[in-house]
């Protein structure tokens, strides 16, 4: 599929986008676009891809259609992972959060229309289902934006589709890391709510499915990968554990309870009761076809019709403690790592 093809990643230099661009660099593209507004975070990128003479690297803003115009030129394939992701960032930005989630999303499809693009995929969050902050709403109305651009670029070939995820395990800004900080340095480990529960998956997982939409993109979709379930506070004593049992050390404070923040939910959405109604589903993802296009099982092989149910971190299935251990270890997200 990118076989000499041009590749551009927005937000190609996070933790998603960039490990978006170390698999589309497996499959021989013509060209990858590296697309963000941290010079910094580049420089580190050229020095772990020094040996790749296919890569090029742009400063610019999602922002600033004019710059993103001037990057699409003769692009194949759009991966749009540039936004303003914190919840408590974007609670107390509102407008900027709009700037860049919602006026970007919308600089993004006329661009790739305007180029006529073959396909975007643009990341999603479980946020967007019925929102309760700033973040989940700015990114929820660029789902709707995505999802309607196949009505709105006409003749155009260009194909648009979302991937909605949970936490990304060590992704930047994920609460691993800070776990891990606090532990090393002996401080209480914080935790918002003993009984929040989220989705996880891993950054090859999370950046596997977006190739995947890209695979299976017919317009409008969102797809959905199935991932494991686990309370916070789990989270936080497995990782004490692996610190004791790896670095041989007696962790002696305890975990405390800070107060839910603004925006914050105790459980997270991925896919209501509603959409389940028209969704597919296969052993690893959903599909959610769009409103607007008349699409069945028979237009994506290899998926059958999804149960009527939500798919939420509060009613589906949940990893307890010792599988919590057995994900952070497979992953190698405890403390073995650090050894």
Known sequence: MFENKVVLVTGGTGSIGSEIVRNVLSYHPKAVRIYSRDESKQFALQQEFKEYTNIRYFIGDVRDKQRLSYAMEGVDYIFHAAALKHVPACEYNPMEAVKTNVIGVQNIIETAIDHNVEK??????????????????????????????SLYKGAKRTVFSCVRFGNVMGSRGSVIPLFKEQIAR????????????????????????????????????????????????????????????NLHKTYKNEIIETGIRP??????????????ERALENDKMYIIPSFFQSQNEASY???????????SSHTAPRLYLEDVKLLLEKNRLGFECDV
Do not use: C
């Open 120 to 149: 975007v995929v643009s990341i999603s969050t479980d946020k967007v289902v019925n929102p309760t902050n700033t973040m989940g709403a700015t990114k929820l109305l660029s789902e709707r934006l995505i999802s309607s651009a």
């Open 186 to 245: 002996g401080m209480p480990v914080t935790v918002t709510h003993n009984e929040m529960t989220r989705f996880m998956m891993s950054i090859p997982q999370a950046a596997q499915l977006v190739i995947d939409a890209a695979k299976y993109a017919q317009g409008g979709e969102v797809f959905v990968l199935k991932m494991p379930i686990l309370k916070i506070r789990d989270l936080a004593v497995a990782l004490i554990d692996s610190y004791e049992k």
């Open 263 to 276: 925006g914050e939910k105790m459980y997270e959405e991925l896919m209501t009761l509603d959409e389940s």
């Open 301 to 311: 092989p290899g998926f059958v019709k999804a149960p009527y149910q939500e798919y």
